[in-house]
């Protein structure tokens, strides 16, 4: 089997010996999904691996793909012109779960001043990662990435009006290895062809719902985590379709069970070692550390919207089904936004339990870090861990439980937009109020039944 990474001679060498004929051509848009194009490999080899060019609308929709207005990076009245899609050849490797395919993850330039587009995903995590570097740091981070599985298909479940959806178990199956090896014949080339893809996946399990599953991968730099993700994100629901069934990165598909969430793991790297471990420090916390764990938490709801983009994400926040409610941190304590984990070791690191499965990983690592390093840049001092069963603590302030909440937040966020620039935080709000306008719009279901005949 093909392992990744491929070179432009490794991939010259499988074109020649006609394994492979397709290269993706992939950016990552607003909402973290693949959009592209396919290139016979010969054109890629020519002139593709040095750049092609994109709609620059594919950085102002919603998630239905349409062209809200609000956005000053484009419009009608602009034009919708081309940005150029630059390939990242440390990206490119093998699809094997795609005949004949290779795929290359591309960074967005502009047309015309052949600068980085700013409000690009991939761009605003690579400036986070800069300014950590600038501090003396690289940063370490991994997802968790939770989903459901479904017994039919995508198609099936679309015609049939995602009416009485049926998960691929029947029952809770955290950790239950009888019921997760009935679904061994979508996980196990899940698993597989990802690590053939050069993605390091280090295990899968069942998690606490019926149907629902988790995909584990090992930590890597920011960029290359963030990437990971997006790759495995596609690849769940692209094999899971071509054996017949459906993946869902909804955080709350139905309000009778428990939510899906990507838990981000982080730390961060000095020269020397791990900058997030002092071997005589209370906990082997660092003072570094401290400091970045308490910006998490001094800025949890600036960043909100980066971690819950969606009406429906707000639906995952709930006591009593393992998603956060409040923000504070625990020594490995599930009831906490924050969880330290690996005290005692060099990989010592916090896991932030905030964010959904619907997230853009680029965006959520980018926030967290832009949180973080605020923390350390600003001095500031992390007060002592919370005990106990969080979800009842009164005193402790919440999460932002509405995107119109956590979109007013983003608004004003003088910590981001010192981070992130005026810009970005601009262009992420109006992409806020587009999702809250869009539902605001719709009569539901639940209107209708509640009261169509009682009110």
Not at 408 to 415: E, F, N, P, V
Request: proline share 5%; aromatic share 8%.
């Amino acid at each position: 089997m093909m392992t990744a990474n491929l070179t432009l001679d490794a991939l010259k060498g499988l074109a020649d010996q006609g394994e492979i004929d397709t290269v993706l051509v992939c950016l990552v848009d607003m909402q973290g999904r693949l959009m592209g194009k396919r290139f016979h490999v010969s054109n890629f080899l020519e002139s593709g691996h040095v750049e092609t060019h994109c709609c620059n609308y594919l950085f102002a929709t919603d998630i239905e793909m349409a062209t809200p207005d609000g956005y000053a990076s484009t419009s009608w009245e602009k034009g919708y012109g081309d940005y150029v899609m630059k390939p990242d050849l440390a990206t490119l490797r093998p699809v094997p779960w795609l005949e004949g395919t290779a795929i290359v993850l591309c960074d967005i330039i502009d047309h015309h001043t052949h600068e980085p587009v700013p409000h690009t995903p991939r761009q605003i995590l690579k400036e986070q990662i800069r300014r950590a570097q600038g501090l003396g740091f690289t940063p370490m981070m991994a997802t968790e990435l939770e989903f459901f599985l479904f017994e039919n298909s995508f198609d099936d479940i679309r015609r049939a009006g995602f009416r009485d959806l049926k998960p691929i178990s029947g029952y809770n199956e955290d950790y239950h290895i009888l019921q997760t090896s009935k679904e061994e014949h979508v996980m196990r080339p899940i698993r597989n062809l990802l690590v053939a893809a050069g993605v390091p996946v280090e295990n899968s399990k069942g998690e606490a719902e019926t149907g629902q599953a988790e995909l584990n991968i090992r930590y890597a730099e920011a960029l290359l985590c963030a990437d990971h993700h997006t790759l495995a994100k596609q690849a769940i629901k692209e094999i899971a379709d071509q054996r017949g069934h459906a993946a869902t990165f909804m955080p709350k598909w139905h309000h009778d069970k428990v939510g899906s969430a990507a838990h981000i793991h982080q730390s961060l790297m000095a020269s020397d070692g791990p900058a997030f471990y002092d071997g005589d420090a209370e906990l082997t916390m660092s003072g570094t550390m401290r400091s970045y764990v308490a910006g998490l938490l001094k800025y949890s709801a600036d960043i909100t919207f980066f971690l819950a983009p969606y009406v429906n994400s707000y639906k995952r926040f709930l006591p009593g089904t393992f998603a956060p409610t409040k923000i504070a941190w625990s020594i490995d304590n599930r009831t906490a936004g924050y969880r330290l984990v690996g005290d005692g070791t060099k990989g010592v690191r916090i896991e932030c339990r905030i964010p959904g499965s619907d997230i853009n990983p680029y965006l959520a690592c980018a926030a967290q870090l832009a949180a973080g390093l605020s923390g350390i840049e600003e001095g500031l001092t992390l007060d002592d861990p919370v005990t106990g069963d969080v979800y009842a603590m009164e005193e402790v302030p919440s999460i932002p439980h509405t995107l119109r909440a956590a979109t007013d937040i983003l608004r004003g966020s003088t910590m981001l937009r010192t981070a992130m620039g005026d810009w970005v935080v601009d262009h992420y709000t109006r992409a806020a109020e587009v999702e809250q306008e869009a539902f605001d719009a719709v009569v539901t279901d639940w209107e209708v039944a509640r009261g169509f005949e009682r009110a």
